[in-house]
């Protein structure tokens, strides 16, 4: 047995953990992250990215995500026992492009694609491999360290490790080792009342287009679903089949009977090609007690589990890993104390608790409403909306707002402190005519300082009072409002608002001092009238 030692290991390599090896790494934290799987997974599973996690994709620097994604196509609903259309709409409606928010749309891409994405970023920026076929057996911590015992299967035999981490992420699913160990609750519910067989697909049905989400049947009794994506093939398809009148396990281990089910649904002779992976699905609905204990946390799938409805999963797995991943990495440099890593918790429980009410909602609401109905996404799904008003870290000098959902619905011309940071366009870099963004700005390696003035000099006393604090980990920049005319100086960049969208969007008037701090994670950490609020906020935050 081999002994080695590593700041963090991230136990499990879907999209949480790839999320989180890549914002840690981009911190300069070494991780190693492991998979029991001896393949990478295959799959369009989640395949619904929603525009914050976008976001997020863009502060990681993965801009093929949105690249690589497609469009929402119409749903398409079937006369019964045939290919006559009945119906055809969308799923939610197309939001125009806006200067605060530069994905306003979801999109589609299969989790195969994005995690050979995320991977690929990970080798090619980090020299980081996921090591698969490795297993995340036991750990015990104590004070200052993390014991991870690691299994490696390797031709026919095993190799065992232990691994000393200051930090250990689980990101190993529902099933997985971490959360156990930890002793986590696991509350909720498993749903016997929808089971469904879930995979992708080749198959030809004559006439059939690639232009529309297919649904055939009726939810009374079988109901088949296709979705092409050309991920898998030209002649692919994501697969979902309900089905009260046939046992479904059954079904799973007699091929024949299964696509004989699918066809008569359909109503069509069906040429079934290849299946690439198919399993069975009923909805767990469960969440911990806690996201962490110790040097230990999880996140993902391994924090909870839910109704696919909504496409909410793979979304929330991404935002938890984001948000303990800058913890973790200020935290591990000495530069915040280990209380910060508290407010993992405190933020995601609440988003996460909400979550599980929606899309338990809009399952049911799949079983009882009409199809078109059922199928319609409301505004807040978007996330853009999720935020941590009621964190203890946070710092909120102007508005009174009280409490408000984790999971509202974004509105223009309010912003909060624990709110998501709007991004604003054509932004004047000092004298030069170069344009920027605050996205360009943003970085998941540092906190972001926007002081709102008349002029540089207004800003002299937060510079002063930011000295105190790690240079590398925060970032000053002064935004004047439109028609100003200046330089940066060798303390601080100065962004010229030309077009109004920051001011605007931070609710900035011209000639008042407004200083809006930007965390890691593109959440607002505080909104405040100056010095004093910026280093009651930074104490928080900073040892």
């Not at 408000?404 to 402190?417: D, F, I, K, M, N």
Request: proline content about 5%; hydrophobic content about 40%.
């Amino acid at each position: 047995m081999t002994t080695s030692t590593l700041p963090v290991l991230v136990a499990g390599a879907g999209p949480a953990g790839l999320v989180a090896a890549l914002a840690l790494l981009q911190n300069d934290i070494p991780v190693r992250i492991i998979d029991k799987e001896p393949q990478h997974r295959i799959g369009q599973r989640g395949a619904g990215i929603w525009p914050r996690t976008f976001e997020v994709f863009h502060f990681l620097g993965v801009p093929e995500v949105h690249e690589t994604a497609k469009a929402v196509i119409p749903v398409r609903e079937y006369k019964s026992g045939t290919l006559e259309p009945a119906k055809t709409y969308m799923m939610a409606a197309h939001n125009e492009p806006h200067p605060l928010i530069p994905y306003n749309n979801a999109k589609l891409i299969g989790q195969q694609t994005l995690e050979g994405i995320l991977r690929s970023h990970l080798e090619k920026k980090y020299n980081c491999f996921v090591e698969l076929a490795t297993e995340l057996q036991s750990f015990d911590q104590d004070g200052d360290r993390v014991f991870a015992k690691l299994v490696k299967k390797t031709n026919g035999g095993h190799v065992s490790e232990v691994l000393e981490a200051a930090y250990l992420l689980g990101t190993d699913g529902a099933r997985g080792v971490t959360r156990k160990q930890l002793g986590l609750t696991f509350l909720g519910e498993t749903r016997d009342d929808f089971r469904a067989i879930i995979g992708d697909v080749r198959l030809e049905i004559k006439g059939l287009d690639r232009d529309h989400w297919h649904f055939f049947g009726d939810r009374a009794s079988s109901l088949v679903t296709l979705r092409p994506p050309d991920e898998i093939a030209p002649d692919g398809f994501q697969l979902l089949l309900a089905s009260k009148d046939h046992d479904l396990t059954k079904l799973l281990d007699d091929k024949k009977s299964l696509f004989q089910c699918i066809s008569e649904v359909i109503g069509a002779e069906v040429d079934f090609r290849e299946i690439a992976w198919f399993s069975e699905f009923r909805p767990n609905i469960r969440m911990v007690d806690k996201f962490g204990i110790g040097r230990a946390f999880v996140a993902g799938d391994a924090a909870h589990v839910h109704s696919p409805t909504g496409g909410q999963g793979l979304n929330s797995s991404v935002q938890d890993a984001f948000n303990i991943a800058w913890k973790i990495s200020l935290v591990y440099k000495g530069l915040s104390p280990a209380s910060l890593l508290d407010s993992y918790t405190i933020e995601r429980i609440p988003v996460i608790a909400e979550m599980l009410n929606i899309t338990s909602t809009l399952l049911q609401r799949i079983q009882d409403a009409p199809l078109e109905r059922a199928m319609e996404r409301e505004k807040k799904l978007d996330m853009l909306g999720i935020n941590y008003r009621f964190s203890p870290i946070v710092r909120e000098e102007f508005s009174a707002d009280g409490p408000v959902s984790a999971y509202r619905v974004l509105e223009e011309g309010v912003l909060v402190a624990g709110d998501r940071a709007p991004d604003a366009p054509r932004l004047r870099l000092g004298a030069d005519d170069g344009a920027t963004s605050l996205f360009a700005v943003f970085s998941p390696k540092r906190h972001t300082v926007l002081v709102f003035g008349p002029d540089v000099a207004s800003a002299a006393d937060i510079l002063d009072a930011l000295s105190t604090y790690p240079r590398a980990a925060l970032h000053s920049v002064v935004v004047l409002p439109q028609a100003s005319g200046t330089a940066a100086t060798s303390e601080v960049d100065v962004l010229v608002d030309e077009a109004g969208h920051a001011y605007r969007g931070y609710l900035a008037a011209k000639g008042e001092r407004r200083v809006v701090v930007v965390r890691p994670d593109g959440v607002v950490g505080a909104i405040v009238r100056g010095a004093e609020g910026v280093t009651a906020y930074f104490e928080k935050i900073f040892v």
